[in-house]
């Protein structure tokens, strides 16, 4: 089981970045993934979710600037990100739980993202 995180960079505010996650040894579609993030002295916080069923939901900082989606042929989570904010600026982890295979509970290595203002 492994997630490999992407898609971190420098932007200026109110510019978009897309924060790729693929999955290996296991399905996104079956479980539920999600993306957090942790900015410097602050404690790691869940910005949005999908379910095995497609429903979604994100934290209040985000909406309706973040959009979490997943392609099943490709077994790829994303994060669209739009309107930045330098208050975004943090390092984004993804994360999947589920019991296919049973306990499953990864995290994706982490991707910088940095907004400037």
């Known amino acids: 089981v492994q997630l490999q995180a992407s898609g971190g960079g420098l932007v200026q505010a109110g510019g978009s970045l897309r924060l790729s996650c693929t999955a290996s040894?296991?399905?996104?579609?079956?479980?539920?993934g999600a993306w957090y993030r942790q900015a410097p002295g602050n404690e790691r916080e869940l910005v949005a979710q999908?379910?095995?069923?497609?429903?979604?939901t994100y934290s209040d900082s985000v909406k309706p600037r973040f959009t979490i989606s997943r392609d099943n042929a490709k077994n790829t989570m994303y994060l669209q990100m739009n309107s930045l904010k330098p208050e975004d600026t943090a390092v984004y982890y993804c994360?999947?739980?589920?019991?296919?295979?049973?306990?499953?509970?990864?995290w994706g290595q982490g991707t910088l993202v940095t907004v400037s203002s």
């Open positions: 994360h999947a739980r589920g019991n296919w295979p049973n306990g499953l509970n990864s």
């Open positions: 999908i379910l095995r069923n497609g429903s979604t």
């Open positions: 040894g296991f399905m996104f579609r079956v479980n539920t």
